[in-house]
């Protein structure tokens, strides 16, 4: 007879390869010890084949067999999650709250433009917004403080995530028009910008832990967020890459100066919608994606938003 496990064994297996030990899936069971060895054992039995090392240790080691099984059954638990999310979005009306996170990259009038009428469509539907830097929109939905994140920086392959992407964005070099770089007349090279202040924001999570983007300069300030960066661009600190969108106004205002830097990675920033797999959007959830999803793909491309500022700035100059 063929081995037919149930999704409780199954459970039972992650939890002890994840937690280390029986005790300790014991604990996060809720559930006795004796009950988890007897839940395995009975497993073990029906596969004919050992998941665990027997070696006298306090930690449960997987054999390779249960190495092998590993991945089934995560992938078996998370198909469970995802049907037991569609029921309940099935019986469940409109959510009590939506909270959402959303990458600093996302334009900040298309995010004021959505949530105003986000409010006036889902008036009794509150709002938790977190505005996060780099991998910051990731870790939110993944550990739940978000049910819907709108960012980019996924750099981790999470199959418990949702990610499609939705629109783009774009960083840009820039540095104050006082600032010694906004004086030279030509193109720069990396040796122009080693040793002037470069700006950067350090990501606070676990995502981009230890990776630099763009750092071409030996002189940095880290800075915590994107808002103390900019600040800092326009007060001459220095100079770095920021959201497009952030500093359109700057630019048109002669605030900011462009640098014409070839170094300095300018390709377009994917924008995702991301979610677990198992918490489906409710209908105030799905409508704010699809929003934001509208409102992104009429951003323009970088081209098309270098050609507009220097349009711009030709006809303020013409004045």
């Not at 390779?64 to 999650?81: F, S, V």
């Not at 880290?222 to 959201?243: C, E, I, N």
């Not at 952030?246 to 377009?268: I, K, N």
Request: charged fraction near 25%.
């Amino acid at each position: 007879m063929l081995p037919n496990p149930t999704l409780d064994q199954l459970q039972v297996f992650l939890a002890v390869a994840e937690t280390g030990s029986f005790s300790a899936a014991a604990r996060a069971l809720n559930r006795a010890q004796s009950v988890v060895s007897y839940t395995i054992a009975n497993l073990e039995a029906q596969l004919e084949v050992g998941l665990f090392e027997r070696s006298g240790t306090r930690q449960s080691k997987l054999t390779d067999a249960g190495k092998a099984m590993l991945e089934d059954a995560r992938r078996i638990l998370a198909d469970l999650e995802v049907i037991r999310a569609r029921v309940r979005s099935l019986k469940d009306g409109l959510e009590a709250e939506v909270s959402v996170a959303i990458s600093v990259m996302v334009p900040t009038a298309l995010m004021v433009e959505v949530l105003k009428e986000f409010r006036d469509r889902f008036p009794s539907v509150s709002m938790r917004l977190n505005v996060g830097e780099l991998g910051a929109v990731v870790d939110l939905v993944s550990s739940g403080q978000s049910t819907i994140g709108i960012g980019g920086a996924v750099f981790k392959k999470d199959d418990t995530l949702h990610v499609e992407r939705i629109g783009h964005s774009f960083m840009i070099p820039v540095v104050a028009a006082d600032h010694p770089l906004a004086a030279i007349d030509r193109p720069l090279t990396i040796a122009d910008v080693r040793e002037e202040v470069q700006l950067v924001v350090t990501d606070q999570t676990e995502q981009t832990k230890g990776r630099d983007f763009n750092v071409l300069s030996y002189r940095t300030w880290r800075v915590s967020d994107v808002a103390t960066k900019h600040h800092l661009v326009r007060g001459g600190l220095g100079w770095g890459g920021l959201p497009a969108s952030l500093v359109r106004e700057d630019l048109l205002s002669g605030r900011l100066v462009h640098l014409d830097l070839e170094a300095y990675e300018q390709s377009e920033y994917p924008i995702y919608a991301i979610r677990k797999l198992a918490n489906p959007p409710g209908p105030a959830a799905a409508w704010m994606i699809e929003a934001f999803r509208s409102g992104l793909t009429q951003c323009p491309s970088r081209s098309e938003f270098m050609n507009r500022r220097v349009q711009f700035g030709d006809a303020v100059a013409a004045e």
